[in-house]
């Protein structure tokens, strides 16, 4: 009987390892460039100005999706969705240290369609198609402040990160 070194001797492989393997020779054999798409997306800061605790005060912002693809793919969908930032979805909050004005944002300017995740808590993303190879969408965001806050005159800020998903068609 031959005895190999023990770096020679035969091993067993499972099929996890050997599905491993098939993907690898699958991705090598791929042809890098067949597909290309470029997205970039800018957003604006909302700035209210000052605000007068006697009415309600509105602002917009817009966010900018600007995309290319190019060698097969028609469109490219988005959904874009925003955190919570400070407080909840119902009731957001811009911060001067420990004070608070409440405040929200929305998708549209009858403030009836909170801008969030979509997930079930009663807010809803933006979504929509950018089309052929460049394309460019703006969307606008719409922030409202609601009169009759008993406020401490200051300068008030609050960051809402952004999720953009994209899939291409």
């Known amino acids: 009987m031959t005895r190999f070194p023990d770096t020679m001797r ?3 492989v499972s099929a996890r390892t050997l599905l491993a393997g098939a993907v690898l020779v699958a991705l090598a054999s791929w042809a890098p460039g067949a597909l290309a ?11 209210f100005g000052a605000y007068n605790t006697t009415s309600n005060l509105t602002g917009t912002t817009t966010v900018t999706i600007t995309c290319g693809a190019w ?5 490219i969908n988005y959904t874009l969705s925003a ?3 400070s407080g909840t979805y119902a009731n957001r909050q811009v911060l001067n240290g420990s004070n608070v004005i409440a405040y929200n944002l929305y998708t549209t300017s009858a403030d009836t369609s909170i801008w969030g995740d979509g997930n079930g808590d009663g807010t809803v993303t933006l979504s929509g198609t950018v089309t052929k190879q460049v394309g460019t969408v703006n969307l606008t965001i719409y922030g409202k402040i609601n009169g009759g806050q008993n406020v401490v005159p200051g300068s008030y800020a609050t960051t809402i990160p952004i999720t953009v998903t994209l899939t291409y068609q």
């Open 10 to 12: 035969p091993r067993r």
């Open 83 to 85: 955190s919570v930032g």
């Open 37 to 47: 798409v470029s997205c970039s997306v800018s957003a604006n800061a909302l700035s």
């Open 71 to 75: 060698g097969g793919a028609s469109s």
